[in-house]
């Protein structure tokens, strides 16, 4: 059974930092590129970060310089480090295997001003 299990979200304010984590099972994780996603309310999913099962990160604009996508393969998982948030990185945060795809329900992330 494929389960991509996302934690980490939460509140905090402007400036903050926030480390998601998912895990993931099911399928082979280390030959497979994984991804963030993140969906705002009233707004398209867009892509936040990914990596590829060789460790090569891609980044949105928006989040270049403050997000720090990794991957862990030996715990089948893969992070998003979020550091000086801004209001509008608040949405839903999902975790994905695109190519698959595979997606996890998401996470709350909220940044107050």
């Known amino acids: 059974q494929v389960q991509l299990v996302e934690s980490g979200g939460g509140l905090v304010q402007t400036g903050g930092s926030l480390r998601l984590s998912c895990a993931v099972s099911g399928f082979f994780f280390n030959t497979v590129a994984m991804a963030w996603y993140r969906q705002a309310p009233g707004k398209q999913r867009e892509l936040v970060a990914d990596i590829t099962s060789r460790f090569k990160t891609n980044y949105a604009d928006s989040v270049k310089g403050r997000f720090t996508v990794s991957r862990d393969n030996a715990k089948k998982t893969v992070y998003l480090e979020m550091g000086n948030l801004k209001p509008e990185d608040t949405a839903v945060y999902y975790c994905?295997?695109?190519?698959?795809?595979?997606w996890g329900r998401g996470t709350q992330v909220t940044v107050s001003s």
């Open positions: 994905s295997a695109p190519t698959l795809p595979y």
